[in-house]
């Protein structure tokens, strides 16, 4: 079983429309988590940390559940621009490698 | 202010060749990683450096494969007598020290083509 393991998609949705995508993870020991942003052909970039309380950054939404051990991300008002694919990210406590899981691709369409 | 930078962009090599890729960190950058990006595949783990500490190479696939870091500077990836399973786009990333390992900045990777 993959570490950290994700619908690989692709998600076709409209402009406007809210998604959301999950995560899950396999090792109990994970302690922090991210999700990360590539486009095609492009390198990752952070999208935002994943904190036990939730958090939001504008139009985005995280969210962690530890007792199930899965990540989520709401993505509301799509634009174009996120067309891209999703990555989730795990890193056990006290060190230092990114587990990522293989992405969930978003298309969104006009 | 420059980001990580690699090199080259794309290199094709023929099987059995050696191969060695460039990454320029971000100044102040204490952490440098290596990753391996299969076609349609996640990440994977190569190499970690911090500091002057000994580098993390448990994630390097075999032997073939080695990694050098001048101080808190460039690091070059090598690859010995290539095979073409190694073909992948190979990316580094830097990060402030040990706490920031969550928020790597990525360089825009090496595609490298073994024929």
């Known amino acids: 079983r993959k570490e950290v393991e994700q619908d690989p998609g692709p998600f076709n949705v409209p402009e406007g429309a809210t998604v959301a995508f999950n995560c899950t993870y396999s090792n109990s020991a994970s302690q922090s988590f991210f999700w990360y942003r590539q486009d095609c052909r492009k390198e990752p970039k952070l999208l935002m940390s994943?904190?036990?309380s939730g958090n939001e950054d504008g139009r985005f939404t995280a969210q962690l559940n530890r007792a199930s051990q899965y990540i989520s991300l709401l993505i509301r008002d799509s634009k174009l621009s996120d067309s891209a694919t999703y990555l989730c990210?795990?890193?056990?406590?006290?060190?230092?490698?990114?587990?990522f899981g293989k992405g969930t691709k978003l298309s969104v369409i006009p | 202010g420059a980001g990580v930078s690699q090199s080259p962009s794309n290199k094709v090599t023929e099987k059995g060749k050696d191969v060695e890729l460039r990454c320029d960190p971000i100044s102040g950058h204490t952490a440098l990683y290596w990753y391996r990006q299969r076609l349609g595949q996640g990440l994977e783990f190569l190499i970690y450096?911090?500091?002057?500490?000994?580098?993390?190479k448990s994630g390097l696939p075999s032997d073939r494969f080695s990694a050098e870091r001048t101080g808190e500077s460039v690091s070059t990836l090598t690859i010995q007598r290539t095979q073409q399973e190694d073909s992948a786009v190979y990316l580094c990333a830097s990060s402030l020290a040990a706490t920031g390992v969550g928020e790597q900045y990525f360089g825009p990777g090496t595609r490298l083509t073994v024929t």
């Open positions: 450096f911090q500091g002057n500490s000994a580098p993390d």
């Open positions: 994943v904190y036990s």
């Open positions: 990210v795990s890193l056990r406590a006290g060190s230092y490698q990114l587990t």
